[in-house]
């Protein structure tokens, strides 16, 4: 689960890489993140860094990066870390998630 208080920082991974952001392709894009972003301020205590910035070039990761976890649930990271915040986000968000 991303926290979009921490600036450039996942867990203990810290650098812009982990920066939270939003990517939009159009002014009507821009907008509905913006409205999100709004409405998540009501949810959350503190300041949001979540970036809204403009999508550039995407770089699509590796074959091995896609799916990964549900390619690799028993790798240790996935036990560790995946496992219990997609297990926080299913409680948390039953409606919303598959």
Request: some cysteine; glycine content about 8%; charged content about 25%.
């Amino acid at each position: 689960m991303h926290d979009p208080r921490q600036l450039n920082r996942q867990g203990n991974d810290v650098g812009t890489q982990y920066r939270g952001a939003m990517f939009y392709a159009d002014d009507a894009q821009r907008e509905l993140f913006e409205a999100a972003l709004e409405r998540a301020k009501g949810h959350w205590d503190g300041d949001l860094v979540t970036e809204i910035v403009p999508a550039e070039t995407f770089w699509m990761g590796e074959e091995y990066h896609q799916d990964f976890f549900a390619k690799n649930p028993n790798q240790g990271y996935c036990n560790a870390v995946v496992s219990p915040k997609m297990a926080k986000v299913r409680q948390a968000f039953h409606s919303y998630v598959k």
